[in-house]
């Protein structure tokens, strides 16, 4: 029997702060606007292949536009990615203070979405505080890149399969065996396609899934703004297409599109989906 593999597609929707960080201006409304936009667009992409992706969204992204959050989890999954400022680090803040906001953060989509929230992935990919996710009910959680990241972190010997830590199933996601070739939106987007399908290849030799991210401000012209040309690069439509492709291929290569959720149900139930 051929053994089943897994794509688990994911978006982090959030506000769009990058040009922030390069000491742009942007108002507070165009930020949530272009995200906004971006947003409709993956939506638009993923509904029309009828696959399932998990959508992991701040709470003051789901605030701002609580139906469209309650559209999405109709068909896909609604998990948490931090609370308040998209820059936050709960691992730096007093621990009192990380467990009342993520769980009111947590509280706050179960409450538009009319169902339970299982997964948490901590804004950047930095390393979340396990025990007080166990705390307040997650699952499973997706901040783990394991790969180099300059300035970011360094997790090139962090485990590259799933694990479960304090009763947490991390679910990191996919780079290649060995070389730690990642598959996340930045690399992804510059080395396009033939890149995107080269590590999946690679990812699936040993591995039953593979997971990648992206974000709404891919699917927006980034052109305007002063921002490093890597971080614009195949924006807008050219990722719209690329994805396009990829999903198409996935399919093809008989890959099933499941949320995380459902990935950790499958292995904790152990049930097959
Ligand atoms: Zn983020």
Known sequence: ?????????????????????????????????????????????????????????????????????????????IALHGYHEHSYNYRFIERDRALKELKKGKERLEKIIGKKINGFR???????????????????????????MPGRYNNLFAKRKPFFTEDIMIIPLSVTPVFRFPLFWFFFRNFGLNYGKFVTKCSL???????????????????????P???????????????????KWCLDKKLKFISMGDYHEKNFNNNSI
């Open 205 to 227: 030799i040993d591995q039953e899934y593979v997971a990648l991210v992206f974000h709404p401000w891919e699917f927006i012209d980034l052109n305007e703004f002063r921002i």
């Open 229 to 247: 040309y890597y971080f614009r690069r195949n924006c807008n439509v050219k990722i719209y297409q690329i994805l396009d492709k990829y999903i």
């Open 1 to 77: 029997m051929v053994k089943i593999k897994y794509a688990l597609l994911t978006f982090d929707i959030e506000e769009f702060d990058m040009p922030l960080e390069f000491k742009q201006k942007i108002s507070e409304e165009e930020i949530f606007e272009r995200s906004l936009t971006g947003t409709k667009r993956i939506l638009e992409l993923v509904n029309k292949h009828n696959i399932r992706a998990t959508f992991f969204v701040t709470p003051k992204f789901a605030n701002k536009y609580p139906e469209l959050i309650k559209e999405i989890s109709n068909k896909h999954e």
């Open 122 to 148: 901590e804004p950047r990919m930095q390393k979340p505080p396990y025990s007080i996710l166990k705390k307040i009910g997650f699952k499973y959680d997706s901040s783990l890149n394991p790969t180099f």
